[in-house]
């Protein structure tokens, strides 16, 4: 709902986000009290992808790039700042940093998924055969699916799941152009937002799966289990069919409801 609130506001106020500090500076204090909202439950991984999304729509929308990178950078000095000030963050940074010196208290997850990932060699142990998933790997069905994937389905498996979450994010962006061309900005804008939500939520995942990056506690997109990132994330999907077909029926003169319908009603009066 935050990406469409500011697909919205930036398609109504673009202008002013293009020209006025004061237009860029509104949408993100919103935003900032969605992200403490977050880092109140905790959920840290939550609140990051959410403002880097946030801010990748609002430098497609043309923000000056002097307050683009300041806001940028005081964005990362912050996230920066509570991570290293929450004894937990903290505790999470170092393990990820070498997760052997503690394999069976802190390291624990980490290690046994480098281990899962490990077993699945070229060609994977077999659809179903993890031995990690049945015991010991925590969070095998949610947050770390990913090394479960990659024990039954090995290297190919994962290549294929990457190429298969690159198609999707490539699809949204072509879908978001499209809209662009079309006329239809804030079509355009979400699409460009889910697109980049979907590519850093599965990054961050599969970086964490990996020991990229520091231990989040974020789903895989499409591929966690989970009703309501399930949910979620199939009503994301749905938003950009909906987009998609809007934009069809507005370049190609088709029937269609709402935005479409209202754009050519207008064009013939």
């Not at 293009?18 to 403490?36: D, E, H, Y």
């Not at 055969?129 to 090995?154: N, W």
């Amino acid at each position: 709902m935050i990406l469409v609130y500011l697909a919205s506001y930036l398609a109504r106020h673009g202008n002013e986000v293009r020209t006025r500090f004061s237009g860029f500076i509104k949408p993100l204090v919103i935003l900032a009290l969605a992200a403490l909202l977050l880092l109140m439950e905790p959920d840290f991984g939550s609140a990051v992808v959410l403002m880097a999304t946030a801010m990748g729509m609002i430098f497609i929308a043309g923000v000056r790039l002097w307050q683009f990178s300041g806001m940028l950078g005081l964005a990362g000095l912050s996230l920066g700042g509570l991570a290293v000030s929450s004894p937990y963050r903290m505790e999470r940074l170092t393990t990820f940093l070498n997760p052997w010196a503690d394999p069976f208290d802190s390291g624990f997850q980490l290690t046994q998924s480098l281990i899962a990932i490990g077993r699945g060699e070229w060609f994977g142990v077999g659809l179903g055969a993890s031995i990690q998933k049945l015991f010991y790997l925590p969070e095998a069905h949610t947050d770390f699916v990913f090394a479960v994937l990659a024990e039954e389905l090995g290297l190919f498996g994962v290549f294929m799941v990457i190429a298969l979450y690159a198609v999707v994010v490539w699809r949204a962006f072509v879908i978001a152009a499209t809209a662009e061309k079309a006329g239809n900005a804030f079509a355009a804008l979400l699409a460009w937002g889910i697109g980049i939500w979907f590519g850093l939520q599965a990054f961050i995942n599969m970086g964490v799966n990996m020991g990229l990056l520091p231990t989040k506690g974020l789903t895989l997109p499409l591929m966690s289990y989970g009703g309501s990132s399930m949910v979620v994330m199939c009503a994301a999907v749905a938003l950009l069919l909906r987009i998609d077909f809007e934009t069809r029926c507005t370049v190609e003169g088709l029937s269609a409801s709402g935005t479409a319908r209202a754009k050519r009603r207008r064009a013939s009066t």
